[in-house]
């Protein structure tokens, strides 16, 4: 009978040992899902940190990119409107110089004209005398 007893008390034992190992195991299963799900979290969080990061980085390559275009614009259409201004000096003292030269061979050949007059009356006026 103790042998019976000491046998049934040592099954006992067995099973109340086996039956903690589960409860570690399904506790230590927990924690171990607990930590993948803290690890997933943390990593999601960081993939968002990044991602917002390099969207700011974006944001200031064009704002960037769009002040350099805009610099360029306004250097173009002044190197433009120079340009132009110096153009238009430019046809304006060659209309100038026409004019002038037009001016003088006018009066050239106003001169011409009265000394040809001159002398034609010269001639006419020898001829009748």
Same mark, same amino acid.
């Given at each position: 009978?103790?042998?019976? *007893?000491?046998?049934? @008390?040592?099954?006992?034992?067995?099973?109340?040992?086996?039956?903690?190992?589960?409860?570690?195991?399904?506790?230590?299963? /927990?924690? @171990?899902?607990?930590? %993948?799900?803290?690890?997933?979290?943390? %990593?999601?969080?960081?993939?968002?940190?990044?991602?917002?990061? %390099?969207?700011?980085?974006?944001?200031?390559? =064009?704002?960037? =990119?769009?002040? /350099? @275009?805009?610099?360029?614009?306004? %250097?173009? #259409?002044?190197?433009?409107?120079?340009? =132009?201004? *110096?153009?238009?000096?430019?046809? *304006?003292?060659?209309?100038?110089? =026409?004019?002038?030269?037009? #001016?003088?061979?006018?009066? &050239?050949?106003?001169?011409?004209?009265?000394?040809?007059?001159?002398?034609?009356?010269?001639? &006419?006026?020898?001829?009748?005398?």
């Amino acid at each position: 009978m103790k042998h019976v *007893a000491l046998l049934i @008390t040592m099954v006992c034992l067995l099973f109340f040992i086996g039956c903690g190992q589960d409860d570690k195991a399904e506790k230590s299963s /927990a924690a @171990t899902e607990e930590k %993948a799900s803290q690890t997933m979290e943390m %990593a999601k969080e960081k993939a968002a940190d990044v991602m917002d990061a %390099a969207q700011e980085e974006t944001q200031d390559a =064009v704002e960037a =990119v769009e002040d /350099a @275009t805009q610099e360029a614009v306004e %250097a173009v #259409e002044e190197a433009t409107q120079e340009a =132009v201004e *110096a153009v238009q000096e430019k046809a *304006a003292e060659s209309v100038e110089a =026409v004019k002038d030269a037009a #001016e003088e061979a006018m009066d &050239t050949t106003n001169e011409k004209t009265e000394d040809a007059m001159d002398a034609m009356k010269e001639k &006419t006026d020898q001829m009748s005398n």
